[in-house]
């Protein structure tokens, strides 16, 4: 009997690589179901939180510095920034948890607050990145009128530009420092982005309206891309984009929230001629912060009119290895010959080698007042 063929040995091909499958894809109906949900365990969540800041706040022995607790916020942020994984950019997480704070804070307590008004300049915006929106945010014409605000306890706090990146200090706030008795108890940086904005398009804006600091933080912008249009100053950049919404042919510098607030288009975006360009923020009260190590002080000092004095002031600084940030000179009123002085430095009124600096100058000092002493912040988009 024939054997049978063996059969040929089956040659095994390599396995094709397996892809991974998709998701499935959720229905319309599902995703619906899925937000839904979503928003019920936000809602809670977010009431929970503040409910729980609330009652923190109750139960601290200083209510007013658990109020007004700029460290601590700025902590939160830094957290909540460097634990986001997106999609939200950090600006947003931020203004989620500012809102929850401002919000658990009226419950204690409404916080008012005066500031270089009208309403979506950028001091508004400084006012609403350090109190949030539930504050009783209160807008006033002038600086002069903020300090007066808060110096009569109208305001518990006050906020108003105090130094630019570009143009240097802000005169009219200096001025009331020498004039009442109130001290920085903190300070907010913008970095401040001005758009050219308008309702016309750009071949048929013929005026551009702002104040004075942002038509100067934009010239060469300004000068070089619209050069047929005049340039109008007026007192706020809230001011200039009413004026742009409602005139044909007007166009406003100002900020992208007015842009937003006041139905206008963004015909050009960040024009500002210094990509850098910051503003600080001094907020103005009566409160004494405690040393955080991350510190500046601010001193208001006359010495005496002869050649070495102010060299011999400066020299305290050296000696004892504080770094002086700022410093701006103005002359007396009257017919007394000499200057006045403002200075920041790095460090707290209550750190060993700020006492000893100021101990050496208050001995040459003709006048000495320290405005305060509060953590530095970091610049804000």
């Known amino acids: 009997m024939a054997k049978k063929p063996l059969p040929k040995k089956v040659r095994k091909s390599a396995a094709a690589p397996v892809k991974p499958s998709k998701p499935a894809r959720k229905s319309p109906m599902a995703l619906e179901s899925e937000l839904k949900r979503l928003d019920r365990e936000i809602l809670t969540l977010v009431n929970k939180r503040a ?5 923190w706040i109750q139960g601290q022995p200083d209510l007013k510095r658990a109020m007004f607790a700029p460290l601590a916020d700025d ?12 999609p939200l950019p950090a600006a947003a997480i931020r203004g989620i948890f500012r809102q929850i704070l401002s919000a658990a804070r009226l419950q204690v307590k409404t916080v008012r607050v005066a500031y270089l008004g009208p309403a979506y300049s950028y001091t508004h915006i400084a006012a609403i990145e350090r109190f949030g929106e539930s504050a009783d945010l209160v807008p006033v014409t002038t600086i002069a009128a903020v300090f007066e605000e808060v110096n009569r306890g109208q305001a518990n ?7 630019n990146s570009t143009d240097g200090r802000i ?7 020498t004039r009442l008795p109130l001290r920085i108890c903190g300070e907010v940086q913008i970095a401040i982005h001005h758009n050219l904005l308008a309702r016309s398009p750009r071949s048929e804006v013929t005026e551009i309206y702002s104040k004075p600091q942002a038509l100067s933080q934009c010239r060469e912008w300004l000068s070089k891309n619209m050069p047929q249009a005049r340039l109008l100053e007026v007192t706020s950049t809230s001011t200039a984009a009413q004026l742009a919404r409602d005139k044909p042919g007007a166009g406003a510098v100002a900020s992208m929230r007015a842009a937003v607030e006041y139905d206008l288009n963004v015909v050009a975006e960040s024009i500002q001629d210094n990509k850098n360009n910051v503003t600080r923020f001094a907020i103005i009260g009566d409160d004494e912060t405690k040393p ?12 005496p009119h002869k050649p070495g004095a102010l060299a011999d002031a400066l020299a305290s600084f050296k000696r004892n290895k504080i770094n002086l940030t700022w410093i701006e000179s103005f002359p007396l009123r009257g017919p007394e010959s000499g200057y006045l002085f403002f200075l920041d430095f790095e460090g707290h009124s209550h750190d060993p080698r700020i006492k000893r600096t100021l101990s050496d100058i208050e001995r040459m000092a003709v006048r000495m007042e320290v405005l305060g002493s509060y953590p530095r912040s970091e610049p804000l988009s």
Request: glycine fraction near 10%; aromatic fraction near 6%.
């Open 51 to 55: 409910g729980t800041t609330t009652a």
């Open 75 to 86: 902590a939160l942020f830094a957290t909540l920034q460097a634990s986001n994984r997106g």
């Open 157 to 163: 706090y006050g906020i108003v530009p105090i130094e």
């Open 171 to 177: 005169v009219d706030t200096l001025d009331m420092f």
């Open 292 to 303: 955080t190590g991350k510190d500046r002080t601010a001193l208001l000092l006359q010495i």
